[in-house]
Nanobody, 115 residues
Framework: QVQLVESGGGLVQVGGSRRLSCAAS????????MAWYRQAPGMQRELVAT???????NYADSVKGRFTISRDNAKNTVFLQMNSLKPEDTAVYYC?????????WGRGTLVTVSS
């Protein structure tokens, strides 16, 4: 059973940066497109960024130019570098496969952007 473990969240000031990591217990990254999702308080989970098995990326308009998704297949890890953070980026961040969610959601990692 594949487990996804997100880490790297925390409290950050407006304009600051944070790097999130998502480690998988199995070698799913080599064949699957992956994505970061987020869920703000009282909101539905939304797609933030995607990365194909070959490394092509796409971003939600709200984070384009500020966030960068990357992957290390050898380490079964996906990263999300977040720069120029805004209060509206406050959310619990999750990773999973894309476009179909194939695995149980992890606990996520909370990012709080304070002004």
């Amino acid at each position: 059973q594949v487990q996804l473990v997100e880490s790297g969240g925390g409290l950050v000031q407006v304009g600051g940066s944070r790097r999130l990591s998502c480690a998988a217990s199995g070698s799913i990254f080599r064949v699957n497109d992956m994505a970061w999702y987020r869920q703000a308080p009282g909101m539905q989970r939304e797609l933030v960024a995607t990365i194909t098995s070959g490394g092509s990326t796409n971003y939600a308009d709200s984070v384009k130019g500020r966030f960068t998704i990357s992957r290390d297949n050898a380490k079964n890890t996906v990263f999300l570098q977040m720069n120029s953070l805004k209060p509206e980026d406050t959310a619990v961040y999750y990773c999973n496969t894309y476009p179909y969610v194939l695995y149980a959601w992890g606990r996520g990692t909370l990012v709080t952007v304070s002004s």
